[in-house]
């Protein structure tokens, strides 16, 4: 790989104009942050952008394995989806592959990474779109960033309940 400007890759550098990053801090283990993330009991309660519900068809987390669901958005309009799990290192990291179904040419590639930070954790989710183009009109037709910012900030609510569910469970327990 040849190096590039600022100390980057020529690959980085390439698909800057093609990717997507949104994090958040979540004030909650990687364990518990990523089981949010990767079972389906949890994933209705807080997957998609404010306003958007999700029904799942079929979920299997494991590597080669398949989610499709839809969701549904607040204006009643149903968007079909579909991830393929490509790579797990629970609970450091997935890479997926995301469309609106297995044969979507505009798929896109996603890397989430859940990185401790104190207590918390520290979420990146980096989308990969295979054209700039694509990349483009998500953001300006589908509002993807804002979208991301969402939905991770569902999760840090959905957890951040869980938490507290816990440790009042655990308190009364004592």
Known sequence: MAEARNGMRAEQVAADDREIVVSRLVDAPPELVFEAFTEVRHLSHWWGPE???T????FEFREGGEWTFVMHG????????WIRWLRITP?????????ERRDDPDAFESVLTFASHGAATRLVMRTVFRTKELRDEAVEKYHAVEG?????????????EIVRTRTTEKGAKS
């Open 51 to 53: 306003g958007f519900s």
């Open 74 to 81: 607040p204006d009643g309009v149903d968007h079909p989806e």
């Open 148 to 160: 991301g910012r969402q939905t991770l900030s569902n999760l840090a609510a959905y957890v951040a």
């Open 91 to 99: 609970p450091e990291r997935i890479e997926l592959l995301h469309g």
């Open 55 to 58: 029904t799942t068809r079929s």
